[in-house]
């Protein structure tokens, strides 16, 4: 069973930046990690993914302001955020796939006032 925790959520203002951290229990290397949110009353939404070799993916309106990234060996991944909005407010989810199954972590909030 692989476990996944975020972490670096909280409150910023618009304009400001967070770094989200995402940790696998797992000494098997995630072929996928990536990020989702999902704001009150909307469907989840795609961010951003990342594979073990680095190949990065990013949902057209996150390109910009998120970058992914992670630490192999580790599985560690990241999500930083630039010139945060406040229809950035959402629960920020962490997801990695391991021979074909998908882990979930339990999500992070993240707050921006405008």
């Known amino acids: 069973q692989v476990q996944l925790a975020e972490s670096g959520g909280g409150l910023v203002q618009a304009g400001g930046s967070l770094r989200l951290s995402c940790a696998a229990t797992?000494?098997?290397?995630?072929?996928?990690m990536g990020w989702y949110r999902q704001a009150p009353g909307k469907q989840r939404e795609f961010i951003a993914s990342?594979?073990?070799?680095?190949?990065?993916n990013y949902a057209d309106s996150m390109k910009g302001r998120f970058t992914i990234s992670r630490v192999n060996g580790v599985n560690t991944m990241y999500l930083q955020m630039n010139s945060l909005k406040p229809e950035d407010t959402a629960y920020y989810f962490c997801?990695?796939?391991?021979?074909?199954?998908?882990?979930w972590g339990e999500g992070t909030l993240v707050s921006v006032s405008s």
């Open positions: 797992t000494i098997d290397s995630l072929n996928v």
């Open positions: 997801y990695g796939q391991l021979y074909g199954v998908n882990y």
């Open positions: 990342i594979t073990s070799g680095g190949r990065m």
